[in-house]
């Protein structure tokens, strides 16, 4: 069973650690690796290189908006296919993340958050709350 009261607030937590993380990963890219390392990196992994500004952007932007509680559902799900993109890297190196290069099970556990905050909404806080699919839909309809 859901708790109505207190699940609006775990919501809130899982969108604002995600927009920290997309966050922190933004800027990793941009002051450690560089934008030009990042986009040699994702030719090295089969990854067209013109990628690296919009993932960095996307990753920036869309974690303010989580963090903000901007149409979060919308934007959690835009950011699938980019942790989809970091899972399929990170396959190869075999489970653990502290495999040599990084192995799956945190990208794995980023698209499955980010699935949840699309699927069960903003949470608590949010400036712009993301419509609901199904209130959206008239009563006949349900």
Known sequence: ??????????????????????????LLKYFVFTIPGFAGFLGQVGFPTFFAWPVFLAELIGGTALILGLYARYVSAALVPILLGALMVHVPNGWLFTAPNGGWEYPAFLVVAAAVQALAGDGAFALKASPSPIAARPVAAR
């Not at 109505?4 to 604002?16: E, M, Q």
């Open 1 to 26: 069973m859901i708790d109505p009261r207190t699940a609006p607030y775990g919501l809130f937590l899982l969108r604002v650690s995600l927009g920290l993380m997309f966050i922190a990963h933004a």
